[in-house]
T-cell receptor, first 109, second 116 residues
Framework: GQNIDQPTEMTATEGAIVQINCTYQ??????LFWYQQHAGEAPTFLSY??LDGLEEKGRFSSFLSRSKGYSYLLLKELQMKDSASYLC??????????WGAGTKLIIKP | ETGVTQTPRHLVMGMTNKKSLKCEQHLGHNAMYWYKQSAKKPLELMFVYNFKEQTENNSVPSRFSPECPNSSHLFLHLHTLQPEDSALYLCASTQGGPGFGTDTQYFGPGTRLTVL
């Protein structure tokens, strides 16, 4: 079956760095998405990886290892506004998204 | 502002009521989606419309009835719901249709539905 695993909740300190991991099992693979969802708001696109390696976008970076079925989202210089849920989604060979349950990130001062 | 709006934002209904959720996208996209989001569970894809034609129905109970009059509007008609249907219902859109590639999904803020 197809599956996405990510931690349910993480806590980090303002100004620090946090890494949110995601492992995936999909029938074929057409990339890995990360979305951010603040409480009561729409999920918004953060990143898309289809090739191995690290993609950096400002304070956020996303990494992919296709051989390991593994991705992570790295958030640097954490700010209180980064408190949100982070959704990992893998795209299978039919371009269907397989979603994880999301990781709730709590930032403490 | 993601360009996808949903109304109402909150809805409380009894099991015998009939109500409708509305979604509108202002992005000129061709495909629209309904998702159910329950606490601590992955997003569940319910329905997909591509150029107003329904292309996917993921074994959703008939008490949920979608309608897509044009590429910009999507409705979800609800009747005789159960308490376990309480969830956040998200609408999304993509430029291309499903299976057309790796289009980013643009989501609306959702309707928080409570069934009593």
């Amino acid at each position: 079956g197809q599956n996405i695993d990510q931690p349910t909740e993480m806590t980090a300190t303002e100004g620090a760095i946090v890494q949110i991991n995601c492992t995936y099992q999909t029938s074929g693979f057409n990339g890995l998405f990360w979305y951010q969802q603040h409480a009561g708001e729409a999920p918004t696109f953060l990143s898309y990886n289809v090739l191995d390696g690290l993609e950096e976008k400002g304070r956020f970076s996303s990494f992919l290892s296709r051989s390991k079925g593994y991705s992570y989202l790295l958030l640097k210089e954490l700010q209180m506004k980064d408190s949100a849920s982070y959704l990992c989604a893998g795209m299978d060979s039919n371009y269907q998204l397989i979603w994880g349950a999301g990781t709730k990130l709590i930032i403490k001062p | 502002e993601t360009g996808v709006t949903q109304t109402p934002r909150h809805l409380v209904m009894g099991m015998t009521n009939k109500k409708s959720l509305k979604c509108e996208q202002h992005l000129g996209h061709n495909a629209m989606y309904w998702y159910k989001q329950s606490a601590k569970k992955p997003l569940e894809l319910m329905f997909v419309y591509n150029f107003k034609e329904q292309t996917e129905n993921n074994s959703v109970p008939s008490r949920f009835s979608p309608e897509c009059p044009n590429s910009s509007h999507l409705f979800l008609h609800l009747h005789t719901l159960q308490p376990e249907d309480s969830a956040l219902y998200l609408c999304a859109s993509t430029q291309g249709g499903p299976g057309f590639g790796t289009d980013t999904q643009y989501f609306g803020p959702g309707t928080r539905l409570t069934v009593l």
